[in-house]
């Protein structure tokens, strides 16, 4: 009397992922466009976990490490207001 039950629940759930759809991958990226959506996820008061787990969905594992996404919601929580990258003068580091 249980199985039937089990089969009906799991063939309801079974048709339920087959009708989600998963988010397409972006390849090619800019960090200054990773920084906006950083920006943009923290603006809606997203936390840094949440946005790494987003932005890895969509632009794939190698775009950054979750360290990187808090250092990022960090910034812009401090006050950072642009995306584009920074040259810090006098840093001896070039522009990337």
Same mark, same amino acid.
């Given at each position: ?10 063939? =309801? ?30 603006? =809606? ?25 808090? =250092? ?25």
């Amino acid at each position: 009397m249980l199985l039937p039950v089990i089969q009906l629940v799991c063939s =309801k759930v079974i048709r339920r992922f087959r009708t989600i759809e998963m988010a397409r991958r972006i390849g090619n990226w800019s960090c200054s466009e990773v920084r906006a959506v950083i920006r943009f996820l923290r603006a =809606k008061n997203e936390s840094a976990s949440a946005i790494h787990s987003q932005i890895m969905e969509v632009y794939g594992e190698e775009v950054m490490s979750r360290q990187h996404a808090m =250092k990022g919601c960090h910034s812009f929580q401090s006050g950072r207001q642009d995306v584009e990258n920074r040259n810090v003068a006098g840093s001896g580091r070039p522009n990337s």
